[in-house]
Structure formats: C-alpha cells, structure tokens
C-alpha cells in the first residue's frame, strides 16, 4: 500500500463507527449541522482568528455541543481533547481548491496547507467529507461499504484459488527442473493482484471500524502466508543477489495495477531482463520456498543450505553426509531435511498430476 493510502487508511480508522469522533460527527449530522473539524492542533496558531481556546477532555456529546457554535473547531492529533472551538479559519488563497462551497474550500485548503486531516459536515447535504493533504474521501452509509466489500471478498477469494493453483503448479516444476521465467512471473502477478484486493479490502475494513471485524478475520484468513510467499519466490529467484529483497519487493509493488497483465513490467521489477520478451528460459529455484515448508527448520539453517548447496535440485541430491556437513545441522535434522523434501516432492507431483 502507497504511503498516501496509508495515511489516509490511518485517518478513516479515527472517524470510523464505534469511535467518539465518529459518535460526534453522527450527532452533528442528526441535529441538522454542519461542521469544521481538524485533526491536529500542532502549527495550527497563524491560521486561527477568533474563536477561543478550551483545552478539555473530548467526548463526541461536547463535540456536538461546540459545533453548535458554527464556527471551525480543531481536536489534537489523538482526538483526546477539544483543543479550540468556534474559530474562524484563515488559511492562504492562493492554495488551489476544487470546491465550491465555503465550508468545503475552507477544509480543502487548510487541509492541503497544513497537511493536517479535516473534516467537514454538510448542514444541507449531510454528508461528511475527509480532507487528507490532496486526498478527497467522501464517508458513505456503512450498507454500501459493507456490499462493496463483500463483493471484494468474493473477488479475492476467487483470485486466492488461482493464486494457490500457480503456486502449486510452481513447486511440481522446481521438483521437476522445469521452471520458466514465465512461471515464476504468473506466480508474482497474482500474487500481486491478490494484494491489491486485499489493500481495497483493508480501507472498507478501516472505514468500517467495529462494524468490519468479521470482515477483517476473513481477511487475515485469505491472506495467510500471502507475504511470505511472495518473499521467497523473490528470494529463490531474484538474478541479482546484489540487490536487496525489500527493494524489489518494493518495485513490484509500485507496478500500477493496470501494467500487472504485462509480464515484461514485472520481469523488470524482478531483475529478469530480457530484450525479446521470450519467458521460456529455464531457472534454477534456489530452495527457499521448499525448505520453509519443512517443519521446525529455521531461518539460519535454511541460508547456510541455500549457501552450501545453491539450487534446489542440489539440495534434493544430497547425501545425508553432506547435509551433516553443513554447520548446525546434525545427523537428524539432516535426515528430517532429506525426508521432508522427498515428501514435498512427492505430494507437489501428486497434486499436479491427479
């Protein structure tokens, strides 16, 4: 997820259902006003004129009650307190805004100027808008979110499937010595289109507050492993071990979801660079994804056999004696190394083939 994303995703968690500035808000909206609320009182003194400074504990019945006054009111960052009330709002002019309303240029620039998130409450309308710094969000009924996300759950539930098939279909060809460029690429792209659902899903679920539990646990659930997957698919196949995990991790994650369908955009997030676009070259995996299934191996272990060894098919050809020799290893981790193997293999050929 963007760092924008996240800022605002941080944002929706403090005005979500179930918060105090959420219940504020929701009694402004039922008592016919409207409203300026800014999130942060820190910098804030050279755009205040008027008004005055309370300095009281916050609850969402004194939010209701100060907005009755009209005027801007401005809560520090962690909505603890109601720092000033019934100010008027001064920010520069020249801060370009899209907006026409008074109430909705003023929260726009402030928000834009100060990078401070605003908030503000149609009286007419009866809506609330989210200012955060250029970012526009609407806060809609919770019933459209709540159908909007359900129907992203469905759709990653159907993506995590595939994902599941490639990945499988990628362990019986590394068993097999037959891994192409191209199999390693549809591996990365759904995996990377599993995580743009599930970032879509993350902001309903943020918006949703106590209203998206259930919603967040089928998350978690779909989304187990999803990560580690997609670092040690980097890991055993990454052709420059120059570069670090995290940063590829982080061009492929840059990709605009509309370039995921082009595999040459995410050859090149990889390192895999090839002029013709031809993906039907043969790569070794190096191991990691298979040795992370063997139970209670741990990391340390797996680099020195990756280091030791090099590629999969090597470690798979080991002798029990050159497993031994591999610092730290032993004479039954060497053997439970050898078994677990010979029991992915078996089990990844079974599935692809039945």
Do not use: C, W
């Amino acid at each position: 997820m963007a760092p924008r994303e996240q800022r605002v995703l941080s944002v929706l968690q403090k005005v979500a259902p179930g918060t105090a500035l959420r219940e504020g808000i929701d009694r402004i909206i039922k008592a016919g006003m409207g409203a300026i609320i800014v999130v942060g009182d820190d910098g804030m003194e050279p755009l205040v004129s008027g008004g005055f400074r309370l300095a009281t504990n916050f609850t969402a019945q004194r939010l209701s009650e100060v907005a009755k006054m009209d005027g801007a009111i401005i809560v520090d960052e962690g909505v603890d307190r109601i720092v000033y009330a019934n100010v008027q709002l001064v920010p520069d002019p020249s801060v370009p805004t899209s907006e026409t309303g008074t109430r909705h240029r003023t929260a726009e620039r402030v928000a834009r100027q100060t990078t401070k998130p605003v908030i503000s409450v149609s009286e007419s309308m009866r809506i609330v808008t989210l200012y955060v710094d250029d970012t526009k969000h609407v806060l809609e009924e919770i019933s459209s979110i709540l159908f909007r996300a359900n129907q992203a759950l469905a759709t990653l539930e159907r993506y995590r499937i595939r994902l599941n098939e490639v990945s499988a279909a990628l362990s019986a060809l590394e068993v097999e010595n037959m891994v192409t460029v191209r199999d390693v690429l549809v591996v990365l792209q759904r995996v990377e289109m599993v995580r743009r659902i599930a970032d879509e899903i993350e902001a309903y679920v943020a918006e949703l507050g106590s209203d998206g539990r259930l919603l967040q646990l089928q998350l978690y659930e779909l989304m187990h492993q999803v990560e580690s997957e997609r670092a040690l698919v980097v890991r055993d196949y990454q052709p420059d071990r120059r570069r670090k995990v995290e940063t590829i991790l982080s061009d492929l994650a840059a990709i605009p979801a509309e370039r995921l369908l082009d595999l040459s955009t995410l050859a090149q997030g990889l390192g895999q660079h090839d002029a013709n676009n031809s993906y039907d070259e043969l790569v070794a995996p190096r191991g990691y994804r298979l040795l992370s299934r063997i139970p209670r191996l741990p990391d340390r272990m797996t680099e020195r056999l990756v280091a030791k060894f090099g590629s999969l098919q090597r470690l798979m050809n080991a002798t029990l004696a050159e497993l031994d020799d591999v610092e730290g290893i032993g004479e039954t981790r060497a053997r439970s190394i050898r078994e677990g193997l010979a029991r992915l293999a078996e089990a990844s050929v079974l599935e692809r083939y039945t």
